[in-house]
């Protein structure tokens, strides 16, 4: 199993550029999310998805949209670049099942800087 | 809302010592999951430690172990034997819901 892979890794935009995040997992998940990752700072939740079709906002959701079409793929769309948006990104996946908080699984990141 | 505080920006330790890294967090929650990932150079978030708050028992990772307080509200990672490997940033996180809460880190540097 490749886990939960993400592209691009480095990824430098423009101000007002767009962009899509790619992020899938092959461990037949239910549970996806988007955190973002500031200098010194720990992760911020953007967006999660419980299930193919149903997308939720997180706590830092501004500037961003998800689809969540199938249950392996969960891209990330940044919309009007902008430099409050330089972070590291990344995808994680979990099974949730009723009762129970399972581990949840990142990809390796992508570095995002916009200028 | 939950929160979780890491009140060590940084840390240090000699090869072979101990250290623990502290951890509090704020709930209303009775049932909820407390967890510590590594996160080292490579940036790959890489899962330590979980434990269960319904669980009186520590849980244990060969050299990793935490001190559960829940009363206190506190989630401390002990880590035994430390290696050169271990050099990292720690994150506590918080998990009650659909999403973790992660602390801001503890950067740990192990030398020899």
């Known amino acids: 199993n490749a886990g939960v892979t993400q592209t691009p890794k480095f990824r430098i935009l423009k101000i007002g550029q767009s962009m899509t995040l790619q992020c899938t997992q092959d461990m037949n998940h239910n549970y996806m999310y988007w955190y973002r990752q500031d200098p010194g700072m720990g992760l911020k939740l953007i967006y999660y998805s419980v299930g193919a079709g149903i997308t939720d906002k997180g706590e830092v959701p501004n500037g961003y949209n998800v689809s969540r079409s199938t249950t392996e793929d969960f891209p990330l769309r940044l919309e009007l670049a902008a430099p409050s948006q330089t972070s590291v990104y990344f995808c994680?996946?979990?099974?949730?099942?009723?009762?129970?908080?399972?581990?949840?699984?990142f990809g390796p990141g992508t570095r995002l800087t916009v200028l | 809302a939950q929160t979780v505080t890491q009140s060590q920006p940084e840390m240090s330790v000699q090869e072979a010592e101990t250290v623990t890294l502290s951890c509090t967090y704020d709930t209303s929650e009775s049932n909820y999951y407390l967890f510590w990932y590594k996160q080292p150079p490579s940036r790959q978030m890489i899962l330590v430690i979980r434990q269960e708050a319904y669980k009186q028992q520590n849980a244990t990772e060969n050299r990793f172990s935490v001190n559960f307080q829940k009363a206190a509200k506190s989630f401390s990672l002990k880590i035994s034997d430390s290696q050169l490997g271990d050099t990292a940033m720690y994150f506590c996180a918080f998990g009650a819901g659909t999403a973790l809460i992660f602390g801001k880190g503890t950067t740990l540097s192990v030398s020899s």
């Open positions: 994680a996946s979990s099974y949730w099942d009723r009762g129970t908080y399972n581990e949840q699984f």
